[in-house]
Nanobody
Framework: QVQLVESGGGLVEAGGSLRLSCAAS????????MAWFRQAPGEEREFVAA????????VHADSVKGRFAISRDNAKNTVYLQMNSLKPEDTAVYFC???????????????WGQGTQVTVSS
């Protein structure tokens, strides 16, 4: 069992930056690939970024490539999402997730956090 708790969300103006954190507890953090997903009101939950167990391999959705960066610190049991050049369309609840392999597919992730709200004003 893994427990995930997100933090760092908030209200920011367009063009601004935020860094989300996801702290893990329970089973060994380093055995899981980690990912960020987001869900806007009335929309499906969509993939944002994912990182391998070691942190060496990352993948980002095209909509955030070049603006967002996922990273992890296995010593701190934490995964991060650095978000720069934020746009109003980035407004959503952001969720972190843990799974056996790095994947863009929601169903590949077994453990989920409760989410943190990110609101970008125009």
């Amino acid at each position: 069992q893994v427990q995930l708790v997100e933090s760092g969300g908030g209200l920011v103006e367009a063009g601004g930056s935020l860094r989300l954190s996801c702290a893990a507890s329970g089973r060994t953090f380093s055995v899981y690939a980690m990912a960020w997903f987001r869900q806007a009101p009335g929309e499906e939950r969509e993939f944002v970024a994912a990182v391998t167990l070691s942190g060496a391999g990352t993948v980002h959705a095209d909509s955030v490539k070049g603006r967002f960066a996922i990273s992890r610190d296995n010593a701190k049991n934490t995964v991060y999402l650095q978000m720069n050049s934020l746009k109003p369309e980035d407004t959503a609840v952001y969720f972190c997730a843990a799974g056996a392999v790095r994947s863009r597919t929601r169903s590949d992730y077994r453990y989920w956090g409760q989410g943190t709200q990110v609101t970008v004003s125009s």
